[in-house]
């Protein structure tokens, strides 16, 4: 697992874009704990999830992360 590469760096607090809807119709989901396994909640129900690196890796469209959220538009 070392050598393994990752697309994004999932850290607390972090909004993820999905590809597909939950089954509530939210796309975005908070980071809650990130690790070999990444932990996230629905911004729509608050349905908590655990996921495997891989599979949100798959899944992730985008990812807003807490540092561009809190920032002032000019």
């Given at each position: 697992?070392?050598?393994?590469?990752?697309?994004?760096?999932?850290k607390?607090?972090d909004i993820?874009?999905?590809?597909?809807?939950?089954?509530?119709?939210?796309?975005?989901?908070?980071?809650?704990?990130?690790?070999?396994?990444?932990k996230?909640?629905?911004?729509?129900?608050e349905?908590?999830?655990?996921?495997?690196?891989?599979?949100?890796?798959?899944?992730?469209?985008?990812?807003?992360?807490?540092?561009?959220?809190?920032?002032?538009?000019?």
């Amino acid at each position: 697992m070392a050598n393994k590469f990752f697309l994004y760096k999932y850290k607390e607090g972090d909004i993820v874009t999905f590809k597909k809807p939950h089954p509530c119709g939210s796309r975005e989901w908070r980071v809650i704990s990130a690790g070999g396994e990444v932990k996230v909640k629905c911004l729509g129900c608050e349905r908590l999830q655990i996921m495997t690196r891989d599979k949100i890796e798959k899944a992730t469209k985008s990812v807003v992360s807490k540092d561009e959220q809190n920032k002032e538009p000019e």
